[in-house]
């Protein structure tokens, strides 16, 4: 099982960054899917969420109107669309698998917003 992030990177405040997170060893459609970050010295909080069922999802309030989760179950991958990007949007990004008690992580990937 592996679930590997990229797409980060440094980015000016309010630029754009899409992050992916691609999926193996496991049947994608199947699980849940969400991101999360963690700011140094913070607790990794929940960003976004995709449902594996009807590809509902939900946002942190600090993300909303700004982030797009999305999924594409052909290709395994789960994207996390990231516009007008703020300082305090700086942090690892993970991508998360869920399904029932079954849940696992990836690695992370950087993300910096500063000028």
């Known amino acids: 099982v592996r679930l590997v992030e990229s797409g980060g990177g440094l980015v000016q405040p309010g630029g754009s960054l899409r992050l992916s997170c691609a999926a193996s060893?496991?049947?994608?459609?199947?699980?849940?899917m969400s991101w999360y970050r963690q700011a140094p010295g913070k607790a990794r909080e929940l960003v976004a969420t995709?449902?594996?069922?009807?590809?509902?999802?939900n946002y942190a309030d600090s993300v909303k109107g700004r982030f797009t989760i999305s999924r594409d179950n052909a290709k395994n991958t789960v994207y996390l669309q990231m516009n007008s990007l703020k300082p305090e949007d700086t942090a690892v990004y993970y991508c998360?698998?869920?399904?029932?008690?079954?849940?696992?992580w990836g690695q992370g990937t950087q993300v910096t917003v500063s000028s």
């Open positions: 060893g496991f049947t994608f459609s199947s699980y849940f």
């Open positions: 995709i449902s594996n069922v009807d590809g509902r999802t």
């Open positions: 998360k698998r869920r399904l029932g008690s079954i849940e696992s």
